[in-house]
């Protein structure tokens, strides 16, 4: 089946640093790949759907410049966490599909666990 | 009130039991979801539906369009089966987003 290969697992480090996650979609083309964020006994939060070749489409409340995405390639995803801080320590955690609609299934990857001190 | 609501929101059960959870949402969809969230975080898609049933191996989905409502079934339940289970929804006018449930922590005693 479809799999998504998400890398790094864990982080830990020192606030004001930035942070990048990969995304990569390992069997198929993804043309849309989504980022969420999930707090401890939270459910899934969308943070944005990044779109290939074009620019990410952010959920309200989210900051652009804060969490960088970028989407180059159909088989790979970013998420810089720029500045990172103690608050932004969480599960981040991304998904892609490789057909248009919510009807078609997305494919998740095992998440990053952030920590930042 | 959420769009997507679950229940129950944590289960516990004695192996080998039938389990049902139940998802009922309040918007018109294009498909729902069945997801289970592993402890380390991974996340599994096990099923996407729009109608009727589906089974693979040991679990079942129902959906009732009418109703808004659908039914994750586990038979002969495994303490390997304890995990989060997460409905979501696939909403007619949004696209590609997903709107999410709580999710329901099942746990599985041997």
């Known amino acids: 089946g479809a799999v998504v290969s998400q890398h790094p697992s864990w982080v830990i480090c020192k606030s004001g640093t930035s942070v990048k996650i990969e995304c990569r979609s390992l069997?198929?083309?993804?043309?849309?790949m989504f980022w969420y964020r999930q707090f401890p006994k939270q459910s899934l939060m969308l943070m944005a759907t990044?779109?290939?070749?074009?620019?990410?489409?952010?959920e309200q409340g989210v900051e652009k410049d804060k969490f960088l995405i970028n989407h180059a390639s159909l088989t790979l995803s970013t998420l810089t966490v720029t500045s990172a801080h103690p608050e932004d320590s969480s599960f981040y955690i991304c998904?892609?599909?490789?057909?248009?609609?919510?009807?078609?299934?997305?494919?998740f990857g095992d998440g990053t666990r952030l920590s930042i001190l | 009130k959420n769009e997507v609501e679950q229940s129950p929101q944590n289960l516990t059960a004695q192996e080998g039991e039938f389990i049902t959870i139940n998802c009922s949402y309040s918007?018109?969809?294009?498909?729902l979801h069945w997801l289970q969230q592993h402890p380390g975080g991974g996340i599994v898609s096990l099923f996407m539906l729009s109608s009727g049933k589906k089974k693979h191996g040991r679990l079942i989905a129902t959906i009732n369009i009418q109703e808004k409502h659908s039914s994750l079934h586990i038979t002969a339940s495994h303490p390997r089966d304890s995990a989060v289970y997460i409905c979501a929804v696939g909403r007619e006018t949004s696209g590609s987003r997903l709107t999410f449930g709580e999710g329901t922590q099942l746990t599985v005693n041997p």
């Open positions: 069997d198929f083309q993804a043309t849309t």
């Open positions: 990044s779109n290939e070749g074009s620019k990410a489409t952010y």
């Open positions: 998904s892609a599909r490789d057909r248009q609609g919510a009807g078609q299934p997305q494919h």
């Open positions: 918007v018109g969809i294009s498909a």
